[in-house]
């Protein structure tokens, strides 16, 4: 059977006119996110940073975002690259490249969970560390995002 595909009766019924129906929303959905990412897209750009769209989703790197994720006090070491909404920020060009994957598992997280998503990631995050795991790599969110790249 070729993926995107579904048998309804004998018919053949392509459901990729559903999905590209719904990437709209996808985005609407994940706006708000999505408007905090291209602030800092932004300010990637206006310090010396990069700016470009790779399939669908804006991609920033260097700059100040360079300094602001190699501080992160969330990650020991600082992140490589965080995602908001549809904007990957990484350190640099190469780290956008090396976790395109994982970054884009994210994406798909904030498309599904809305303005939701990162409360739902900080709980989620919370609630493992009352547990005794380890609040970033034992996250849902992450595992989900790590299963894949
Ligand atoms: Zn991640």
Redesign the pocket.
């Known amino acids: 059977m070729r993926p995107g595909r579904v048998v309804c009766g004998a018919t053949w019924i392509s459901i990729g006119w559903l999905v590209n129906a719904l990437t709209p929303l996808a985005y609407l959905w994940a706006s708000p996110n999505t408007l905090v990412g291209l602030s800092l897209a932004a300010l990637a750009r206006l310090t010396g940073g990069g700016l470009s769209v790779h399939t669908g989703v804006v991609e920033a790197h260097g700059g100040w975002v360079r300094t602001l994720l190699e501080r992160a006090p969330f990650v020991r070491g600082g992140a490589s690259a965080i995602?908001f909404g549809h904007v990957v920020l990484a350190r640099d060009a190469a780290l956008l490249d090396r976790t395109r994957t994982?970054?884009r598992?994210?994406v798909a997280q904030y498309a599904r969970w809305g303005p939701a998503f990162l409360p739902a990631y900080v709980l989620a995050g919370l609630w493992q560390g009352l547990r005794g795991r380890d609040p970033y790599r034992d996250n849902p969110?992450?595992v989900e995002?790590?299963a894949v790249g």
């Open positions: 995602t994982h970054e598992v994210h969110f992450e995002a790590y």
